[in-house]
């Protein structure tokens, strides 16, 4: 067929006729998607396409690298150009050809902006009615803007659902509020287009709920109905909205842990069914006492509407301290893109699953400190989605850093939709991580590419030599341990000597200075991360953090911000101005006057602009080893009469009970035991057979809880008064010790006794 050149003017979600189909530009802040219809190819194979763009007043085209993804069920071209400046105009060239022939298409777009012209500024202050209702639009000509008064509160109280909401109205902003209360939520948006929310702080929302550990461990209503899904900022059925440098936080309950069940709870962030999402520069911070369950949960999970389905756009964003995910894109995932967050203290850094249809980019990214609560961790990247459908949608992972706990990439699971097509590409990511590397059942699918990745190689599983010989995969990938500047105070960036660097694998480059997550000011701290270790606590050293601009001229005012959850933690100064002359030095001590268990306490501080972009430092205070502690954590443990060993790797535990007793079974095991074990009691054989436990490594025995398998409901014994024996047979390994406790961290809090 002749060539036909059509040249277009591109505007947000417009719509133009071009042969074979209409072509949809949706541009982001950052990002631009890219939609062909009704393109004449039967497999991926037989279309073939080339993207090119370039900025505004520019000569030199540049190619988008795979940027995009024919999709043969859909009968549709679909991709994605990233790293594009905001309010920018570009031009594209698409060349593509199918059975009709070679066609050539040219436009024209303007990436988005948060600057927009405001009609009409509110100022709300402590005597506003609460809970606030907005039903009144603004236009595209005149946004609405909700604005307060220094140092007033918002308060939603506990009865109604939340303290904001916001239903079937467009162009409004949110900025600069304080929110606190909701009996749900804090912030609430349905059927909304065109908002932004920006640089709030929200805390104080959600149900508290009884917990049943009788039933999996998980906190019920008053209705007997297990609490899920509240959040401090949750958003429905709503289109282009911007999340932008907002700090969330202290919500009044908390998530279960995975040691009870699937955990449910509390979420910083909840999304479902939502397009052209932007959630940029934000804090979700947990604590230990407050843990999310999701950072940022997904609703209609496993549907194509699931959480932020269309044209998403994740990046420069703290997941911090949750008891699952830091972010869930479980849905259609078209067009996602989540890149330069960072993940920390968290059982998953980010679902991917079940990318229904895709592409979704997960590219720049830094999955750190793994460990949700009790130590428990799971993987970096997760594209497991049980046994439901997991979709036939590509997924890209370029220069993700993943690093410490548990395993780095997961296998797909669910039901197999996606037949010979490509569905994982994995390029100069860094694994290093103390379980397995990436899932063997995802090489087994036949539709993953992997190479020139660097995997730490871990004794006991597969690495980059067997992932060449047994799956084609990882040609030109590195066994090697990367080596980090400073590891420890959370710099990740490779050393100049380190494998990997010159490749320019992981999420830090020598090319690219940025830090992670992402933030466009000039403030910088001299370290990501803190951790403290006392003996005795009463013995903290204070550390020192110095804060810089980088900036030449430049002075930043800042204040010193905490979850209420962090008494322990004390900053000093906690306000002031830093220049680029003048560093500022920060004194971060610890409290032992609220440290009053033996755990390592996890929390964070940021040091936030008064426009609500911040630099992030996370502490650690580890009293695992204060000897105090422990007596007093464990004075209410229940030791057994005799623990023996019947050879075989057979152990019998006996008990006798002075009273009723409900809780859990703990062993304190050698270190290479594996985790499944066979359980009788009184000689009725149990379902509790899997060791739970920390993901972390050491030479010293650990604590263990001997619950159910498979990761299902670990409900606590029920125990009778008088005599009870537990036979337990390991595959390998010892038993050296055995107790009884009513909580969970007794033991698992401080698994390890040097």
């Keep these: 067929m002749k060539n036909k050149i059509i040249t277009l003017l591109l505007l947000t979600g417009t719509l133009f006729c071009a042969a074979g189909g209409k072509l949809e530009l949706v541009p982001g802040y950052e990002v631009c998607s890219i939609y062909l219809p009704g393109c004449e190819a039967e497999t991926e194979a037989e279309l073939q396409a080339v993207l090119k763009y370039r900025r505004e007043g520019e000569t030199q085209w540049k190619t988008a690298a795979d940027a995009l993804v024919y999709l043969p069920k859909e009968k549709e071209l679909r991709g994605s150009i990233l790293e594009l400046a905001e309010g920018t105009g570009y031009q594209i060239q698409l060349e593509y050809r199918d059975r009709d022939g070679k066609k050539t298409l040219s436009g024209q777009f303007r990436t988005r902006t948060p600057k927009v012209p405001v ?28 604005t307060m008064k220094p140092g007033a509160v918002l308060d939603g109280g506990e009865r109604r659902e939340f303290a904001i909401f916001l239903d079937k109205v467009s162009h409004v902003i949110l900025e600069g509020l304080t929110v606190r209360g909701g009996r749900r939520h804090g912030i609430n948006v349905e059927n909304c287009r065109e908002i932004q929310i920006l640089n709030c702080d929200v805390s104080g929302f959600g149900r508290i709920g009884e917990h049943r550990p009788d039933l999996n461990g998980m906190y ?5 109905k297990p609490i899920d899904q ?19 936080h202290d919500p009044r309950g908390t998530a279960n842990s995975w040691f009870y069940a699937h955990p449910a709870g509390p979420n910083g962030l909840n999304l479902g069914n939502v397009r052209e999402a932007a959630i940029r520069y934000n804090d979700f911070i947990g604590s230990d006492l407050h843990r999310w369950n ?20 994740i990046t420069g964003n703290n997941f911090l301290f949750a008891n699952d995910d830091g972010m869930e894109l479980d849905g259609g995932q078209i067009n996602a893109r989540f890149f330069r967050n960072r993940s920390e203290g968290i059982f998953c850094g980010v679902s991917l699953a079940p990318c229904l249809r895709g592409p979704v980019w997960c590219y720049r990214n830094l999955f750190c400190a793994t460990g949700a609560e009790f130590g428990l961790s799971n993987v970096g990247i997760k594209n497991i989605f049980g046994g439901r459908a997991n979709g036939y949608g590509r997924i890209y992972c370029f220069n993700n850093t993943i690093v410490g706990l548990g395993s780095g990439i997961s296998a797909f699971g669910g039901n197999r939709e996606a037949g010979k097509m490509l569905r994982f590409v994995s390029r100069r990511n860094l694994v290093s991580v103390t379980g397995v590397l990436i899932s063997n059942a995802l090489f087994r699918e036949n539709r993953v590419d992997f190479d020139h990745d660097l995997l730490k190689s871990v004794p006991g599983f597969l690495s980059v030599p067997a992932f060449r010989k047994l799956f084609g995969q990882e040609k030109n990938g590195i066994a090697d341990a990367p080596l980090f500047v400073d590891e420890k105070h959370g710099n990740y960036r490779l050393r100049r000597n380190s494998p990997g660097d010159r490749e320019g694998i992981g999420a830090f480059t020598r090319e690219d200075s940025r830090e992670l997550p992402h933030r466009p000011i000039s403030l910088v701290t001299s370290v990501a991360r803190l951790c403290f270790r006392a003996d005795s606590a009463k013995e903290w050293k204070p550390q020192s953090v110095t804060l810089s601009v980088a900036t030449p001229g430049r002075e930043v005012p800042f204040r010193i911000v905490q979850n209420e959850a962090f008494p322990f933690l004390q900053v000093s100064p906690d306000e002031g101005v830093v220049r680029s002359d003048a560093p500022v030095t920060l004194t971060v001590s610890i409290d032992p006057e609220h440290i009053r268990t033996a755990m390592n306490h996890s929390a964070a501080f940021l040091v936030r602009q008064p426009d609500g972009f911040s630099r992030c430092v996370t502490v650690y205070a580890d009293s695992r080893q204060d000897r105090a502690l422990l007596a007093k954590d464990r004075k209410d443990a229940i030791a057994p009469e005799a623990v023996t060993s019947l050879g075989d790797n057979r152990w019998q535990i006996d008990f006798n009970l002075k009273k009723e007793f409900r809780g859990y079974l703990f062993g304190r095991f050698s270190t ?28 010293q025995p650990v604590w263990r809880n001997v619950g159910t398998r498979n990761l299902a409901a670990n409900p606590h014994f029920r125990l009778a008064p008088g005599r009870h024996r537990f036979l337990l047979t390991l595959q390998k390994g010892e038993l050296l010790n055995a107790a009884l406790a009513e909580l969970p961290g007794t033991f698992l809090n401080s698994p390890w006794e040097e």
């Design 294 to 313: 999701d950072a940022s949960e997904g609703a209609g999970n496993g549907s194509v509407t699931g959480s932020a389905w269309r044209d998403a756009e």
């Design 672 to 699: 290479k035991t594996p985790r499944k074990v066979t359980l009788l009691h009184n000689g009725e054989k149990s379902d509790r057979c899997e060791l739970r436990g920390p993901a972390e490594v050491r030479p």
């Design 220 to 224: 019920y209503n008053e209705n007997g």
């Design 230 to 248: 509240d959040a401090g900022i949750r958003i429905r059925n709503t289109r282009a909205i911007l999340v932008e440098r907002n700090y969330v």
């Design 119 to 146: 009609a009409k500024t509110i100022v709300l202050d402590e005597k506003t009615p609460m809970p606030m209702r907005i039903s009144r639009s603004g236009s595209p000509e005149g946004w609405i803007r909700y």
